[in-house]
């Protein structure tokens, strides 16, 4: 039997896109989110990527039987469907962080005194939060369609 494997196309990453924004937006907006960014260390951050990650490796090649990682086009030996994930997942959230002024905003509601080396590195931590949830949006949404 011979198994056809979805093979990536940009229309791939105009779904993850849609699925990343879907799931990202209440997120971005959600004081709980930066709440925990503001108390999260970089050990945290590290193994929230990386948590990001494996579920996002796993919902596109562990859940999906149609794709096979080693059959994608790669970039430095990472699959581009991956890739783009990442930078879906990733950049959903700190497009929609930066849109909606959140850094400032609840940097102010939570009285922290930031520099701006300070407002990056909170808007940083919060975007590896929000994006555990955008990760599930945009890999669900490149499965399904």
């Known amino acids: 039997m011979v198994r056809r494997t979805k093979r990536y196309a940009l229309a791939d990453t105009a779904q993850q896109i849609v699925g990343g ?52 086009a790669e970039v430095a030996g990472v699959p581009i469907r991956f890739v783009s994930l990442m930078g879906v997942s990733f950049g959903a959230v700190l497009i929609l962080a930066v849109a909606f002024r959140a850094p400032q905003t609840f940097a102010a509601n939570l009285g922290l005194d930031l520099d701006g080396i300070g407002l990056v590195c909170f808007t940083l931590k919060a975007t590896s939060v929000g994006a555990v949830f955008s990760v599930v949006g945009a890999a669900t949404a490149d499965s399904v369609f």
């Open 21 to 72: 924004f879907l799931l990202a937006g209440p997120f971005v907006v959600t004081e709980e989110v930066w709440g925990l960014a503001s108390n999260m260390r970089w050990y945290h951050v590290g193994l929230t990527l990386a948590l990001v990650a494996a579920i996002g490796y796993g919902a596109l090649y562990r859940a999906d039987d149609d794709r096979d990682p080693e059959r994608e």
